[in-house]
């Protein structure tokens, strides 16, 4: 896309109906690397149950100004609905995109699933949708050549178990 762009941009100068074009916006797709395995799919959510902590779900019923800006969903684990103002669809970050100040979602490492654990939600719809998600912000990619970085909560997440809300 940016060489058809500086192409162009080379390209424009030497036409003789420069001032008959029209300028025209096209959004720029953002770097995303695919969903893996099917775990995640593109119309799945993270919806806030409460407390902060995200659950993969199923958008039931749209935000409008009648439900005063929230949304129902549908957890992806039990079925069971619930309302929220807070809720994002995601998207599985590019290699190196995830910098320092930029908000993520991280897998919640409790209940064993530590920073050493093999477990991959994006590979695991049971594993992304058995256990919350919190959104925090990142706070260091030093580390992040070894598969984790830092977030607000002090923590080091593996990459593999972060997502970037779209």
């Not at 080379?10 to 096209?26: G, I």
């Not at 100004?65 to 129902?72: C, I, Q, R, S, Y």
């Not at 100040?101 to 064993?112: C, H, I, K, T």
Request: net charge negative; proline share 7%; with cysteine.
């Amino acid at each position: 896309m940016h060489i058809q762009l500086l192409f162009l941009l080379f390209l424009l100068p030497a036409c003789s109906e420069v001032a008959q074009l029209a300028p025209v916006a096209t959004p720029m797709p953002a770097a995303t690397a695919p969903m893996s395995s099917g775990a995640l799919e593109e119309s799945d959510y993270l919806a806030d149950r409460g407390e902060g902590r995200y659950v993969l779900a199923k958008l039931t019923t749209p935000a409008s100004p009648a439900t005063k800006g929230e949304a129902e969903f549908a957890s992806v684990e039990s079925g069971n609905r619930f309302w929220t103002a807070h809720f994002s669809q995601f998207r599985v970050p590019a290699d190196n995109e995830i910098q320092a100040g930029s908000e993520v979602f991280v897998f919640d490492a409790e209940n064993g699933w530590k920073e050493e654990s093999n477990a991959n939600p994006r590979e695991s719809r049971n594993s992304a949708a058995g256990w919350p998600w919190h959104r925090v912000k990142v706070t260091d990619t030093s580390d992040a050549y070894k598969g984790v970085v830092s977030v607000e909560t002090l923590y080091k997440e593996p990459t593999r178990r972060i997502l970037l809300p779209r």
